[in-house]
């Protein structure tokens, strides 16, 4: 009997913790979106859900072009492009801190509230010799290649864009 009531309150008690914490809906910044103040946006990208991306011929051997793009009334314009990162698809923001994987040696001076970046194939080929550029054949599981900038705003801001994609096609 008594070992039979110590269990009672014991599971009473676990039972009382469970909905004596306070839920303030606030999860702190682990699990907030971590949006900038102010977006970098990719003008001439597609985007049909994930990351935004253009399409590049690789028989016609096209430029890798990206236009970046903050907002007009943002009050602010883009300095530079300070690193610029491509690779396969694995990439992510911290890859920009790895030297061997930073494409440009200077920072790309932007025009107002853009900036553009481009690349030869054969330079993204020299740079990144072990990402696969041949297009699968199959329009449903395209090749993609991706990259990520880190722009640097005129008030010495810092942002880093999400992952852009190239997609290679025949």
């Given at each position: 009997?008594?070992?039979?009531?110590?269990?009672?309150?014991?599971?009473?008690?676990?039972?009382?913790?469970?909905?004596?914490?306070?839920?303030?809906?606030?999860?702190?910044?682990?699990?907030?979106d971590n949006r900038p103040a102010v977006p970098v946006t990719f003008t001439n990208a597609t985007t049909y859900g994930g990351n935004p991306f253009i399409e590049i011929s690789r028989a016609g051997a096209t430029p890798i072009t990206f236009t970046l793009s903050i907002p007009a009334g943002s009050g602010r314009t883009i300095k530079e492009i300070s690193r610029v990162v491509g690779g396969g698809t694995g990439i992510n923001a911290g890859s920009?801190?790895?030297?061997?994987?930073?494409?440009?040696?200077?920072?790309?001076?932007?025009?107002?509230?853009?900036?553009?970046?481009?690349?030869?194939?054969?330079?993204?080929?020299?740079?990144y010799p072990t990402v696969v550029l041949t297009p699968t054949g199959n329009p449903a599981a395209p090749r993609e290649i991706a990259f990520i900038f880190l722009v640097t705003l005129d008030d010495n801001t810092q942002i880093v864009t999400q992952q852009v994609r190239a997609r290679v096609l025949a």
């Open positions: 009997m008594k070992l039979t009531l110590i269990k009672g309150v014991l599971l009473a008690a676990m039972a009382l913790s469970t909905v004596a914490c306070k839920d303030d809906l606030e999860y702190g910044t682990l699990v907030r920009l801190n790895t030297s061997s994987l930073v494409i440009n040696t200077a920072p790309i001076a932007g025009t107002g509230t853009t900036a553009t970046f481009t690349m030869t194939q054969a330079a993204f080929a020299a740079k």
